[in-house]
């Protein structure tokens, strides 16, 4: 599968910003699809994941309640809807997508979008 990501941008602290993630090449409703992101000097990390169908979410502690992932099975697109955001969520932004067994792991997912970068000022 192909990810295109796109959204991001830069923002002062406190803005928002929807990154959007569109798949093709394998049935999108087959893949769990998760953002990850990674900051300068520092490791990547997990930010939100969702089921195939959409019926359940996972989201990193540092975004909870400020993040929200969806997606849209007829648009083969993950959406990330990131309101409030903080000068520490700066970073390149990954979508990623897996078939299978439902997982937050980074290293379990085979399908890697090329990133869009999200900068948040103070």
């Known amino acids: 599968v192909q990810l295109q990501a796109s959204g991001g941008g830069l923002v002062q602290a406190g803005g928002s910003l929807r990154l959007s993630c569109t798949a093709s090449g394998r049935a999108f409703s087959s893949n769990t699809m998760a953002w990850f992101r990674q900051a300068p000097g520092k490791e990547r990390e997990f930010v939100a994941a969702?089921?195939?169908?959409?019926?359940?979410?996972d989201y990193a502690d540092s975004v909870k309640g400020r993040f929200t992932i969806s997606r849209d099975n007829t648009k083969n697109t993950v959406y990330l809807q990131m309101n409030g955001l903080k000068p520490e969520d700066t970073a390149v932004y990954h979508c990623a997508a897996k078939v299978g067994s439902y997982s937050v792991s980074a290293s379990a997912f085979d399908a890697w979008g090329q990133g869009t970068q999200v900068t948040v000022s103070s």
């Open positions: 969702i089921t195939r169908i959409g019926s359940n979410f």
